[in-house]
């Protein structure tokens, strides 16, 4: 299975491409954009990424963890305050808030680095340094049989270069 | 670099503004009515509850219009426009502040009569209403300043279309023109300028106002975040009725292009992420008045909330819950507290939690609209039981609603007059 790449210049050509080869079902793709531009996550249009379950997992068992543990030294200590209950919620609303954010933040980070597969050592296929300075790239994964046609697509698009990076 | 965008004068529609012109008859006619008759104080209280939130969205407006300014925002293009047609009030706003002078022996009528110990110096009528008075004239010029250099670049030529009084008043705003760019850099510079004193005057001005005209009517009460939370609700109130006037416009054929999804979504944003400060505003304060539990700090949230958040010690408590509904709702203002906490922060929380509601015209209009509502209820529930604690429906009667919606004509008529007349919301120019 070759994987073909793409040297833009322009990201609004990028756009165009990526419309156009999802259009026709070509084969997987994989984009290097040297910043992020509306165009181009536009046309790729991705679900939304999953990191955000991390986050709103972590922050449910941030906050219910700040509360039980809260509570649990207000019995194991017990100190009576302004006369109010041991398991008052609103004196714990600060701290439970407080742990919310942070659970929620180091969640945020965990999942990011594992729905992004980070740290990866090794650079994806067809990657170049070009790719975060000023060009933009395409690879696309596709048959034997319609290498031809994404090369089409490639090309009529202005690429700047088509090579075959893996065959 | 000239002005890119032009006045759109459009005419006002004659329904409109005859339903505006009859609602701020009534009101004027129920203000008269009430303060000649048997109950003047009811009449005062509603001027004065209606005259600090009409003001306040005003007020928080040009808030809104100047930190657009100091940031540089580029984003809000027309809905800085539309923010700005409703700063118009804010110099009627000063004279409704000179009338409401008048009414102060029965709104302030506490600490004009009690002794007032220590705190007699601080609440007298001469620091109270020259302080007050001087906040809302100078806010009321450097508004003028403002909204007279941010419209006289877009309004060249706008004379030569005009007719009657439009006329006079364009040529009269466009008199010595130097050239587009020699306007344009001149108005911006003044807008640097005025916009960072407007916003300082704003935060502590107001501030005060809030102390001074709302705090003091339970005038042995304090607290010091009060001020911050008033203020704060005018500007919330303001933001919510520019997303209900973009929202509004969305089919507009000169507006509506301009009110985009992005930036309904952004006010969207705005209307979630500001009533959860207004929530948390009030709960900082809720929190140590609960934890404090002393009485005269209890005593203002005792009249609107009732002791279930208070002294009724198991109602928060997890070991033991016991949150009595019914005891809460023998709290004659309980109630009313709850559909405000509904309007203010539920409502816009859950409703603007996802992104398509946000996007949505009619939704978040409407979201919009309500937390609108709840803040004038909001207003309502910090004066009202200062006078009535027990009568719940205070706020309810012919007198007040009428000056209500007597206020609510005059505002929506200046707006309607200020936006579609002189000088008219400018619209970028068509290429």
Known sequence: MPTLLGVFDNPDDVAEVITRLRARELGALETFSPAPFDQIDEALDEKPSKVRVYTLVGGIIGVCLAYLMQIWMSYDWPIVFSGKPYASIPAYTIIGFELMVLFAGVLTLIGFLIVGGLPQFSTLKGYSARFSAEEFGITVDCSERDASEVEAVLRANSAKEVSVVDA | MSSAEQANPQGLSRPLVIVCGLLTLLGTGAFFAGIMGEHPETAWRAYHINFLYFGGIAQGAMVLVCIFTVVGAKWPGTVKRLAESFTAWVPISFALAILGFFGKEHIFEAWLTEDMGFKAGWLSVGRVFGADLAIFGVLAVLATIYLYHSLRPSLNGAADSATGLAKGFLTKWTSNWQGDDVEQIHAERVMGRVAPITLWIFA????????????????????????????????????????????????????????????????????????????????????????????????????????????????????????????????????????????????????????????????????????LFGLWLERNVLIWPSFSPEDRFAWLGFTQIAIALGFLGAFVLVQQVFSKVVPSIVVPKSS
């Open chain 2, 204 to 371: 502590f001005g107001f501030t005060l106002i809030g102390f001074d005209q709302v705090m003091s009517i339970t005038p042995h009460w304090f607290s010091n975040l009060f001020g911050t939370f008033f203020s704060w609700g005018c500007f919330l109130s303001a933001i919510a009725a520019t997303t209900v006037l973009a929202a509004m416009n969305n089919n507009h054929p000169q507006i509506g292009p301009e009110i985009t999804t992005p930036r309904l979504h952004d006010l969207g944003k705005m209307c979630f992420a500001f009533s959860v400060v207004w929530m948390y505003m009030f709960w900082s304060q809720y929190l140590v008045i609960w934890y404090g539990n002393m009485p005269e700090e209890t005593v203002f949230f005792e009249a609107r909330l009732g002791p279930v958040f208070l002294m009724d010690a198991d109602a928060w408590n997890l070991a033991n819950w016991n949150f009595s509904v019914e005891r809460l709702m023998e709290t004659p203002w309980a109630p009313i507290c709850m559909v405000v906490w509904a309007c203010c922060w539920i409502i816009p929380f859950f409703g603007l939690l996802g992104q398509k509601a946000k996007k949505t015209p009619c939704f978040v209009g409407s979201v919009a609209f309500i937390l």
